[in-house]
């Protein structure tokens, strides 16, 4: 058992020690890994970790203390707001994370429908089989259930069998924008429609799309509006850390109006110390994170989004067409950062391993098998040796078993 040393370490052993500990992980600026980092460019970095370090102590959890990180949450919440069609009605806060978005998101629900209607026994999610893991989690720690549906063959949310799943103890529809397995923009309208017609709260998880989907729009990318502009979305989860290259611990969720912003927060009356409330699930939020999240916004703007958007666009499209020169096909039709492809033709556990071996982490899908990337800047220069590895591992791994299940088309 590692125990507390009796006397410090000098600093200069210690960086040392960090160094070599982190000697064999994975090359992440050099591309190296398929998800976890969203690199925007050494100056973004730089920032991003330049404001952390200025509010390094500052405490989210005291905005009555620390204006400065009152004035800038309320700032990123209204520039999120604007890319989101929002208008003044719309209201939103903070995060720490996707997970803790979507955590109240669902307590928000929950909690309206079950003052709204005391007949539901077990409060429902609806969601398709491509939706977030941290749906089920929340429904686990708050006591729903949590039902998927199949995808269309376009590996989309299938609108039809979300409205066939609806029972009368369903509090929340889901849909993605983009889902994390292919990438693809679920139909938002046409669940959007479901929810107006059954009285449902529709949250929209664009954990991954929330920061990069406006600016593609813009650049001409084409997929169904997702946001505030669709009447019937209720709430929208947008992760900063994400594509909005702010630093790790910062997310926003975002409301319709302030009734159903409302049953975000939680307060508690009965302490000594006095009134507790938060917007959010924890109390204590890094002030840093707040912090970098405003000033990489503030930093980039909307050109410099666009900017690194298109990089990240042409390298998606760059990787697709080398797939697919491959014999590797993409599923669906993603638009954005994400991408899976595959063919039945070809064993993808043997695959991986070959990459592995050639020094890449292998990002895997299943059902069907393929390949999965979340693109940032660090993918751009290293295509072509990530596609010539590719080739060689494919070549190693051989050909899988043809079946007549092999015969499918994704």
């Not at 890319?83 to 109240?104: C, H, P, Q, W």
Request: glycine content about 12%; some cysteine; hydrophobic content about 45%.
């Amino acid at each position: 058992m590692k125990r507390l040393p009796e006397h410090g370490t000098p600093w200069p052993e210690l960086q040392a020690e960090l160094r070599e500990a982190g000697r064999d992980d994975v090359d992440w600026r050099g591309g190296r890994v398929p998800m976890f980092i969203h690199y925007a460019g050494e100056d973004v970095l730089d920032v991003a970790k330049a404001a952390y370090m200025m509010y390094f102590s500052e405490n989210g959890l005291g905005l009555r203390a620390f204006g400065s990180l009152d004035r800038f949450e309320t700032e990123v919440v209204q520039m999120g707001l604007a890319l989101l069609n929002g208008d003044d009605r719309t209201r939103g806060a903070m995060t720490t994370g996707g997970t803790e978005s979507i955590f109240l998101a669902v307590k928000a629900a929950r909690d309206q429908a079950l003052a709204r209607d005391r007949h539901i026994t077990r409060p429902q999610i609806v969601m398709a089989r491509s939706a977030h893991p941290a749906f089920d989690k929340a429904a686990h720690f708050m006591g729903l259930e949590a039902v998927r549906t199949p995808l269309a063959a376009d590996f989309r949310a299938d609108p039809e069998a979300l409205a066939a799943a609806v029972t009368p103890d369903t509090v929340m529809l889901v849909g993605s924008a983009p889902a994390f397995p292919h990438g693809v923009v679920d139909p938002i309208p046409q669940i959007a429609a479901v929810a107006r017609e059954r009285g449902l709260w529709l949250h929209v998880d664009a954990c991954v799309g929330g920061y990069i989907a406006p600016f593609a729009r813009q650049l001409g990318a084409t997929f169904d509006d997702w946001d505030f502009s669709v009447p019937g979305v209720t709430s929208i989860s947008a992760d900063l850390h994400k594509y909005g290259y702010a630093a790790k611990g910062a997310s926003t969720l975002f409301f319709r109006d302030a009734k159903a912003f409302g049953s975000m927060g939680w307060a508690f009356d009965g302490w000594p110390r006095g009134p507790y409330f938060t917007h959010t699930l924890v109390g204590t939020r890094g002030g840093g994170a707040i912090a970098s999240a405003w000033a990489v916004m503030k930093y980039l703007g909307a050109a410099g989004y666009r900017r690194i958007t298109q990089r990240v666009l042409d390298t998606r499209v760059a990787l697709q067409k080398g797939a697919a020169e491959l014999g590797l096909q993409t599923m669906g039709d993603p638009q954005l950062s994400i991408l899976a492809y595959g063919s039945p033709a070809h064993d993808f556990a043997r695959i991986g391993g070959g990459l592995m071996k050639r020094g890449w982490i292998p990002g895997l899908v299943t059902g069907p098998d393929g390949l999965h990337h979340m693109l940032n800047l660090t993918h751009e220069p290293v295509v072509g040796t990530y596609l010539a590895d590719l080739a060689a591992a494919m070549d190693d791994a051989g050909k899988g078993r043809t079946t007549v299940a092999a015969q499918a088309r994704y």
